[in-house]
């Protein structure tokens, strides 16, 4: 069964730049979409970038089109993303899961997706 693992997270200021990375366990990316999830406090969590298990389709949330990249190594079986510009709202702890790509701008959980822990981001002066 996939495991993922988030890591990276940490304290920035705005307009910081931080990298996650999502490292996965007991399958092969090739087989799984991926999406990256938000979670701010006070709200629910959000889809904010997904790459394709082909890696022919990326999608990002319009709120973060332009300033974060998702990529993926199959060879380190790792998925990141790279979060430049970082505003106070994209303060937040953030998941990976496996990942529904709907439309250009949707990142779906998939229903059975386990939830780890997570990595903490906190934007602030």
Known sequence: QLQLDESG?????????????????????RDYSIGWFHHAPGKE????????????????ADSVKGRFTISRDIAKNTVYLQMNSLEPDD??????????????SYCVAHPD????QGTQVTVSV
Do not use: K
């Open 91 to 104: 303060t937040g702890v953030y998941y990976c899961v496996p990942t529904v790509l709907r439309g250009s």
């Open 9 to 29: 997270g940490g304290q920035v200021q705005p307009g910081g730049t931080l990298t996650l990375s999502c490292a996965a366990s007991g399958g092969t990316l």
């Open 45 to 60: 969590r959000e889809g904010v970038s997904c790459i394709s298990n082909g890696g022919g389709q990326i999608n990002y």
């Open 113 to 116: 997706a386990s939830w780890g």
